[in-house]
Structure formats: structure tokens, C-alpha cells
């Protein structure tokens, strides 16, 4: 295939500046990486996991590819992979996708990895924000790599925001692996406001211990196309994990959100809830499968997935799966795709607020119950001004940026 | 509680009731699969030329294909090649006269709980009764003729109503659709064919009762319905088959036609022998059916009842085109030891202010597996659709499996789409409540599962309801203890 065939030709060339400026634990990965890549070729729509989104279709542009270090002056907790005060070769890419070919990819190019490591029993005073700026006056690609170890009983707040400074073309490639040890907890946030040409492909790997809690949220504000991973493994009793999201997408934009949660063993918690609001020719997608395995009793797992279209031009796929093999188990599942209640509109006007107004009250309202699932008050604050922002057309990110007028 | 344990033994060792088979000299033609043996099908049942060129055309497309594997499903590789695909009961030396039955087809059908004759009938019920490649007999023709109801078997449909035939055979179920509809398409044998004129409403049950006899056989049946304007149809289709240690293909096409105003509800009752306590033998029932609401206001329902089959693979749909049209679905699927499932439905809405509603309850035992694979689909114009989805799962027993695959795609703004699903076992307090009350674990759990299925067992015919109850009984027990 031609679209591989770009990256593995540019993997060739750089290979020996790659291996220079990285170091062994990812050079180690990256040869075994280059051969399932090359074996796997980009998923098309035919693979389950990659039925709403045609990887190929958005690897195939010619991006030139970023590969440039981190800085060695980075904040407490963070660190160079290559400076990493724990020996991390059992963490980097023991979780990630071998069979996933998006994965693959970055694992053979990834430069750099942040780790964000928290020692025993310790909580940063203050959360960790990386802020993700896409810059550049080309078409750039770029392959992003985090690590996130907890160890026992430690406790992290983790926001990660996705901006882009120019009109130029991105495409992201993100992997994260994150390991919750004994009793630790740790949250992650993802907010993307991006442009309409920006491509982000994240696949987050979460790995959870004994009493483990784990949050995960994502949020789509303004995007181009999205194609958002996440897979977690409850790997030892009592561990407990939340994925929420929420997506707001009009005109081309297009999020596919896709998780696996996997309950391998008895006495585990998973709830999920993910909001979608689309409008004008906005495609959404949401499949999530909670696997249970065989003997993981007592497993309670609850997913919900709501959706608002708005136009008829605007698409939703949902696909919320069960995958059950142990029989003491409450699991449950919901899903609904509809518009904005006749009703409710009816009595606002009722009371002399306009319909476009009436319309955004509950569109707000609609989304507020992902946003106040945040535990953080002042993100939760600054989430609900950029939501209504948002909805209203008058995003931060829009001032001056003449992309979609 | 060992007491009652031995008692659950004792009844799960019961076996397949219909597990008999019949000693009738059968002419089966030779296995295997070739244009050859298509051309000798249709030969056999003197078809037209027309039909031989649909097999033909059936057959071509199905070599170039290969069997999917997405189904949640642990399939034995089926070998085409080892498979009678023409299978004649009634072509033994014993009836001399022609139109005569041979007494011992009629003797399995009575044992079946299936009486030919006329004057034994359950009133009310018409039967065609199908034996591996050929129609036995079909009762009440001729009353129902008086009303203009076509009710024969699709053999006989093909020489006396060619027209009525050639318009609909596949036009719902194409040949292309998929592997095994191709396949069936090529070497289809007996089947029913049901046609409702316009503003005539059934007066009686209309039923299939299909049977594999023969061994190395498969059956490949074809029904083909069709309710004409303001008409009105409930028909039944039961099954069963000998049990053998080798997996028996039955490969069927359903196709339902229903135009304005018309409703037809189809129920099925499948009892295919499932397979010994190891997962050994079994039939392999994998089936295409699809009915097509083409007129305004039509209605159609399916009603499953699966306890039998190895492995079963299909999914009854709906594709609502006319305004207004509605569907149902309505299924339990049972299953217990190493039976597979992998059932659901599609409901595709094209139509203004269609509805659909599905229901579909899963129960899991012993070593199963049971999945729910659904679509609903809601083209740009389907003003004003409406779906409701409801899956239940209920697993007995900790190695068993239960499943939940539902897609929904979409694609118009006024449309509302819901789906729930649950998976749990028994409620601990529910069997608490009957046990203090006096009642047993056995009787509180077939009590339980009974409740639990009656959204279903509700929609079916009467006579049909009393013995899916008695089934999901017999399926059941020794799951619990």
C-alpha cells in the first residue's frame, strides 16, 4: 500500500538520526514496531475497531514529519524518558496495540516520550497540565508518546490540551500508557480545540491494580477528524474506572471515540458516559465494549450514550457492546440518538427566550452532565464558559482564524 | 439442596425428544456441490428455465465467495463437498398410487405432534409439512383456495403460479446478499410459498413444519410470502431433526412481502436437535430471513423462539419502506451446553414515521454462548422514525457467555433511536421471595425464567405459546443448582 509505504520509506532515511536522538528502551521497540507496521498495513473500514473511520484515507496526505526532542527542563513529576528516574523498559509499550497499526506507527517514529512518574504515596500540589501546541507553516505530522506511572497510593490530576497556532494541516498521532498501581488514583483530561484540518488519532492504554480508581475524560470541543482510543484493563480486584466524554462537532468535523474496558477479575467497577451534539454535516461515532472475563464475578459495569443530532445531514454510529463470560455480573447498557424535546423548547418560548437561545439552553444542559462529572472545580468552571462558548460559535480559538468562514 | 441437585441431573440427562428417526427408503442424490448437481436439483423438480439460470447465476456467485467469520461464533468447518443436497422421502416403493403418503411419514408426523389428516387437525391450522428436500403434504389447500389463498409448497407454486413466483423469488433476499443465501439460492429445495390476495384475512394459522431426516443431508428450504394490499397472515414454522454425531446443515431463505395495509406475523419455534452434552453433533442453522414492508401502514412481526441448533446465525429483518410502516421483533433465544447463538435483528428505515420495536431476551446456560447482534438503520429519509430496543441477557451458570453487538447508524435528525440492554443473573431476592413462600429452587428459577420471557411468549399463537413454555423448561433444566 502507498500510504505505508511514505512512512516506512521515511523511517529508512531517518533511522540512524531516530536512534541518535532517542534512547534504548524505545529504540528497542522500534525495529519489532517497523515489521508489525509493515505486515499490517493501515486498518481500513473492514476491521471492527476501525469501522467508522478510515485510517488510511487520513494517513495518506504527505505530512512532513516532526522530530524534535522535549526540553531536558521540565516541571516536577516530568521527565525524559531518557532521564527517567525509574528503569521504565517493563512499562513502555507493554500495554499499547501490538496489532494496531496507528500504534505501531508511533512507536517506530516517536522521538521522545514524556513520563509523567509519581512516587509512592505522593500527590502534586498542583495538577500537571501538558499543552499540546501544534505550530508550523507546513503540513506536519506529529507522534506523541506519554507514560504515566502511579505508584502505591499516589494521586495525580492530568490535563492535556490540544491547541494549533496556524491554518497549516496536523495530524496527530498519540499513544499513552498509564499504570495505576495499589490504591493510587489518577485522572486525565483531554481537551482538544484544534482547527478543521487538524487529524488527531489517541490511543490511551490504561492499566489498573488492586483498589486502582481511574478517570478519564474526554473532551472534543473543535476538531477536524478524531479518532479517540481508549482501552482500560481492571487487572486486579476492587479497581474502579470512569470514562466520560463529550463532543460537541458541526460543519466537516468528525469524532469517533472507541473504548474497550476489560474486567478480568472479580469485584471491579466501569462506568461510562459519553454525550454527543452534532450539527450541520458533523459525523459522530461511539463504540465501546466492556469485556467480562470468564470468573470476573461481582463485575458492575454501566455504559450510556447519548447523542443530539441536529440536522439531518449530521450522522451518528453507536455501538455500545457487551462481551460476557462469568454470570454474577450487573451490566448495563443504554443508548439513544434523538433531537431536542419539542416540549421543552415550547415552554421557553413560552417565557419570551428566543428559539436560538431556548436551543443552546438545553444543547448546554445536555453536555453540563459530562462536564459535571469533573472533580476538579475549577476545570469543571472554565469547561462550562468554553462549552457555552463553543455552542454559541465564539470559541477563543476563533477570533481572527478565517479557516471556516 | 443435593436432593434437589440429583433431581436437576436427572432431568438435564433427558434427551431430545424428537431425536428418532424415520426408516423410510429416501432417494438422495450424491454429495457434493457442482453446477452438475444444480442442474440435477432442478431437473428433479421439473423446474423452468428461468429458475435453473437463477441457481446457476446463485451457484457462480457463491464459489467466488468465501464463508464470513465475523459472527461471535466457534464454527466446525463446514465440508460442502460431504453434503447430500437433495434429499426424497417420498419417492420410497410403499405408496403405490401417487397423491398416497407413505404410512410411515405419516407415523413420524403424528409422533411430531403434526397430523396430516385433515380431520385430526388442531382446528384452525393449515400445515405444510416438509421432510429433508421435499414437501410432504400441505392441508386445508382447498379450503383455503375457495378464498383464493395460494398455500402450497414452492415446488409446486413454481409450476402452478410461475408468474406470482418469478415476480418475488428474491426480490427481498437477493442471491448476492450473502454466502449462504447464495448458497441456498443455488440448491434450494422445499419450502412453503403463501400468497394473500388483496383485503383477504387468513382465517386460519398457516404452518411449516420442517424435519431433516436423512443422514449426511442438509436442508436448504425457501419460503417465500406474500400479503397483498389490506391482507392479513399469522404463520408458524416449527422444526426438529434426528440427532447424529455430525454437525447437519440447514441453510433456509425467508422472504416476506407486505404491501399497504397489510400485515403478516411470522413465529417461529426452532427445536433443531442441539447437540449432545459434549457439544457434539448438532445442526448448524444458519438462515437468511428478511421480510419488506413495501406498502403504506404495513405491519410486520417476527416471533423467535430458539431453543435448538448447535450454532445458530441469523438475523429475521425488516426493511420498513412505506410510510408509516411498523415492525416487530420479538425473540428468546435459549442456550444451554455448547450451543452457540449469534441472533438479533435489522430493522433498515427508509420510510416516513416508521417504527420499530425489539425485544430480544437472552438466556445463557452451561458452557454457551449467547450473543445479540442488532442493526438499526435510519436513512436520511426516514422522517419521524422511531426505534426502540430493549436486550435482556440472563446468565445461569458461571462458564456460559452472554453477548451484546448492537449498531445504530443515524442518519436523520427527527429520528429517536434507544437502546438498553442488561446483563445479570437471577435475582438472589426474587429466588428468596419464592423460596419462602414454599416454592422450590427448580420450580422458583423456571418461574423466574418464565416471567422473564413472557414479553414474547406473549406475541405468539396460542397453541405455539403453550410449547415454547414446555421448551424453555426442558432447555433449561439442570442449568440451575
Redesign the interface.
Same mark, same amino acid.
Given at each position: 500500500m502507498n500510504g505505508t509505504r511514505q512512512y516506512t520509506d521515511f523511517f529508512n532515511d531517518v533511522r540512524d538520526t531516530l536512534y541518535a536522538r532517542s534512547c534504548d528502551v524505545m529504540n528497542a521497540q522500534r525495529e519489532m514496531a517497523l515489521a508489525r507496521f509493515e505486515s499490517l498495513g493501515f486498518p481500513t473500514r473492514k476491521t471492527e475497531r476501525y469501522k467508522y473511520t478510515d485510517a488510511g484515507l487520513d494517513f495518506e496526505p504527505d505530512y512532513g514529519i516532526a522530530l524534535s526532542t522535549l526540553t531536558d527542563e521540565l516541571p516536577k513529576y516530568c521527565h525524559r524518558i531518557c532521564n527517567a528516574p525509574i528503569d521504565v523498559t517493563p512499562y513502555y509499550n507493554s500495554i499499547a496495540d501490538r496489532n494496531d497499526a496507528v500504534v505501531c506507527l508511533n512507536t517506530m517514529l516517536s522521538v521522545d516520550t514524556l513520563l509523567v512518574y509519581i512516587p509512592r504515596n505522593t500527590r502534586p500540589e498542583h495538577p500537571i497540565q501538558i499543552s499540546n501546541i501544534l505550530k508550523g507553516d507546513n503540513d506536519t505530522m506529529v507522534n506523541r508518546r506519554l507514560l504515566v506511572v502511579m505508584e502505591e497510593g499516589a494521586e495525580a490530576d492530568i490535563i492535556i490540551t490540544d491547541h494549533a497556532v496556524n491554518d497549516s494541516r496536523f495530524l496527530t498521532n498519540q499513544v499513552i500508557e498509564a499504570f495505576a498501581s495499589e490504591n493510587s488514583h489518577l485522572n486525565i483530561y483531554e481537551i482538544e480545540e484544534t482547527h478543521l484540518l487538524c487529524t488527531r488519532y489517541s490511543n490511551v492504554y490504561i492499566h489498573e491494580s488492586r483498589n486502582a480508581s481511574v478517570r478519564h475524560t474526554s473532551l472534543s470541543l473543535f476538531n477536524g477528524h478524531t479518532r479517540n482510543t481508549c482501552n482500560v484493563q481492571l487487572a486486579s480486584e476492587g479497581s474502579e474506572v470512569n470514562l466520560n466524554g463529550c463532543v460537541i462537532a458541526d460543519k466537516m468535523q468528525r469524532v469517533d471515540n472507541n473504548t474497550r474496558i476489560e474486567h478480568l477479575v472479580p469485584h471491579c467497577t466501569s462506568n461510562e458516559l459519553y454525550k454527543y451534539v452534532l450539527d450541520d454535516s458533523a459525523t459522530g461515532a461511539f463504540a465501546g465494549i466492556v469485556y467480562v472475563s470468564e470468573g470476573a464475578q461481582k463485575t458492575s459495569s454501566a455504559m450510556t450514550n447519548a447523542n443530539l443530532c441536529a440536522t439531518d445531514s449530521a450522522r451518528m454510529y453507536t455501538q455500545p457492546m457487551l462481551e460476557i463470560y462469568a454470570d454474577d455480573v450487573k451490566c448495563s447498557h443504554g443508548s439513544t440518538v434523538g433531537q431536542l424535546g419539542e416540549d421543552a423548547l415550547f415552554y421557553m418560548m413560552q417565557r419570551g427566550i428566543g428559539i436560538d437561545e431556548a436551543r443552546l439552553l438545553l444543547k448546554s444542559a445536555f453536555i453540563t452532565e459530562v462536564v459535571e462529572t469533573i472533580p476538579l472545580e475549577p476545570l469543571r468552571d472554565r469547561l462550562h464558559f468554553q462549552v457555552d462558548k463553543r455552542l454559541r460559535g465564539e470559541l477563543s480559538k476563533c477570533e481572527g482564524c478565517k479557516l471556516c468562514k | 439442596m443435593a436432593e434437589s441437585n440429583d433431581f436437576l441431573h436427572n432431568v438435564a440427562d433427558k434427551d431430545y425428544e424428537y431425536g428418532f428417526t424415520t426408516d423410510v427408503d429416501t432417494e438422495i442424490i450424491d454429495k457434493g456441490l457442482s453446477e452438475d448437481v444444480v442442474r440435477l436439483i432442478s431437473k428433479k423438480k421439473g423446474e423452468p428455465d428461468w429458475l435453473l439460470e437463477f441457481r446457476l447465476q446463485a451457484y457462480r456467485y457463491w464459489v467466488e465467495q468465501k464463508q464470513p467469520e465475523?459472527g /461471535?461464533l466457534n464454527m466446525p468447518e463446514i465440508d460442502y463437498q460431504d453434503i447430500s443436497y437433495y434429499a426424497d422421502p417420498t419417492k420410497s416403493g410403499n405408496s403405490g398410487k401417487s397423491g398416497e403418503i407413505d404410512p410411515e411419514l405419516m407415523k413420524t408426523f403424528d409422533k411430531l405432534g403434526i397430523p396430516l389428516e385433515e380431520r385430526m387437525a388442531l382446528a384452525g391450522t393449515a400445515v405444510d409439512a416438509v421432510m429433508d428436500s421435499v414437501s410432504v403434504k400441505t392441508t386445508f389447500r382447498d379450503k383455503l383456495r375457495e378464498m383464493g389463498i395460494i398455500f402450497m409448497s414452492i415446488s409446486e407454486a413454481v409450476r402452478e403460479h410461475p408468474d406470482l413466483v418469478r415476480e418475488y423469488l428474491g426480490s427481498v433476499v437477493p442471491y448476492r446478499d450473502n454466502y449462504f443465501a447464495a448458497l441456498n439460492s443455488a440448491v434450494f429445495s422445499d419450502g412453503s410459498f403463501v400468497y394473500i390476495p388483496k383485503g383477504v384475512r387468513c382465517p386460519m394459522e398457516l404452518s411449516t413444519y420442517f424435519r431433516i431426516n436423512a443422514r449426511g443431508t442438509g436442508q436448504f428450504e425457501r419460503t417465500l410470502i406474500v400479503c397483498d394490499d389490506d391482507g392479513y397472515v399469522s404463520y408458524l414454522e416449527g422444526c426438529t431433526a434426528p440427532m447424529r454425531d455430525e454437525n447437519q446443515l440447514h441453510a433456509a431463505i425467508v422472504e416476506i412481502v407486505v404491501k399497504e395495509n397489510a400485515e403478516v406475523k411470522y413465529s417461529t419455534v426452532q427445536n433443531w436437535y442441539p447437540g449432545d452434552k459434549n457439544g457434539k453433533g448438532g445442526v448448524l442453522n444458519l438462515v437468511t430471513k428478511r421480510g419488506h414492508l413495501r406498502g403504506a401502514n404495513s405491519r410486520l412481526s417476527w416471533t423467535q423462539v430458539e431453543t435448538g441448533s448447535a450454532i445458530t446465525w441469523k438475523y429475521p429483518s425488516c426493511v420498513l419502506s412505506g410510510d408509516n410502516s411498523q415492525a416487530e421483533f420479538y425473540s428468546v433465544a435459549v442456550t444451554n451446553n455448547f450451543q452457540q447463538a449469534d441472533t438479533g435483528t435489522k430493522m433498515i428505515h427508509i420510510g416516513r414515521n416508521t417504527k420499530s420495536t425489539i425485544i430480544s431476551k437472552g438466556i445463557s446456560a452451561g458452557r454457551s454462548q449467547n450473543s445479540y447482534r442488532g442493526l438499526v438503520k435510519v436513512a436520511?429519509s426516514a422522517q419521524g422514525a422511531r426505534n426502540y430496543s430493549s436486550c435482556d441477557?440472563l446468565?445461569?451458570?458461571?462458564?456460559?457467555? !452472554? /453477548?451484546?453487538?448492537?449498531?445504530?447508524?443515524?442518519?436523520?435528525?427527527? !429520528?429517536?433511536?434507544? /437502546?438498553? !440492554?442488561?446483563?445479570?443473573?437471577i435475582s438472589e431476592e426474587q429466588l428468596f421471595y419464592c423460596q419462602q413462600r414454599g416454592i422450590n429452587t427448580e420450580d422458583a428459577v423456571s418461574l423466574i425464567v418464565n416471567g422473564y420471557a413472557k414479553d414474547v411468549i406473549n406475541k405468539l399463537p396460542m397453541e405455539f405459546a403453550v410449547e415454547a413454555q414446555k421448551l424453555l423448561g426442558v432447555s433449561l433444566e439442570g442449568a440451575v443448582g
Open positions: - | 465475523w /461471535h436520511s441477557s446468565l445461569l451458570g458461571s462458564k456460559c457467555g !452472554a /453477548h451484546t453487538f448492537p449498531y445504530m447508524d443515524v442518519k436523520n435528525s427527527s !429520528a429517536i433511536v434507544e /437502546h438498553e !440492554a442488561t446483563t445479570s443473573k
